[in-house]
């Protein structure tokens, strides 16, 4: 079996005087060609440039992005956790001998419900 090397031997990398403007064999290996999504309009659009200049946006996006993940976790995490609590105190009620309302009659405000 015959193995290749697919590195590139780049002519001008690191040649920021004169930016060849590619990442191919004649280019550079930090000239990236990324694709940036308005979330808005859902507009796709082709960013070319120098790696070290677009890596602090890429950064920032990541940390967005997973930020909301986060926040999701920790919402799905709080609304379980109550939840819970509302079962606890239900059925600490019926254990005094209480009526409990259902905590699902509480949260579609149907009669009978707080």
Request: charged share 20%.
């Given at each position: 079996m015959?193995?290749?090397?697919?590195?590139?031997?780049?002519a001008n990398a690191f040649n920021c005087k004169n930016c060849p403007g590619n990442n191919g064999p004649e280019g550079c290996p930090l000239w990236w060609e990324t694709i940036q999504t308005n979330v808005?309009?859902?507009e796709e659009r082709l960013v070319?440039?120098?790696?070290?200049?677009?890596l602090p946006i890429w950064l920032i996006e990541v940390l967005k992005a997973s930020n909301h993940a986060a926040a999701s976790i920790q919402q799905s995490r709080n609304d379980i956790i109550s939840?819970?609590?509302q079962a606890i105190a239900a059925a600490v009620k019926v254990k005094a001998g209480e009526k409990a309302i259902p905590a699902w009659k509480r949260l579609l405000k149907l009669p009978?419900?707080?």
């Amino acid at each position: 079996m015959e193995i290749k090397d697919l590195r590139q031997n780049y002519a001008n990398a690191f040649n920021c005087k004169n930016c060849p403007g590619n990442n191919g064999p004649e280019g550079c290996p930090l000239w990236w060609e990324t694709i940036q999504t308005n979330v808005q309009t859902g507009e796709e659009r082709l960013v070319k440039g120098c790696g070290l200049q677009q890596l602090p946006i890429w950064l920032i996006e990541v940390l967005k992005a997973s930020n909301h993940a986060a926040a999701s976790i920790q919402q799905s995490r709080n609304d379980i956790i109550s939840g819970l609590n509302q079962a606890i105190a239900a059925a600490v009620k019926v254990k005094a001998g209480e009526k409990a309302i259902p905590a699902w009659k509480r949260l579609l405000k149907l009669p009978g419900g707080e």
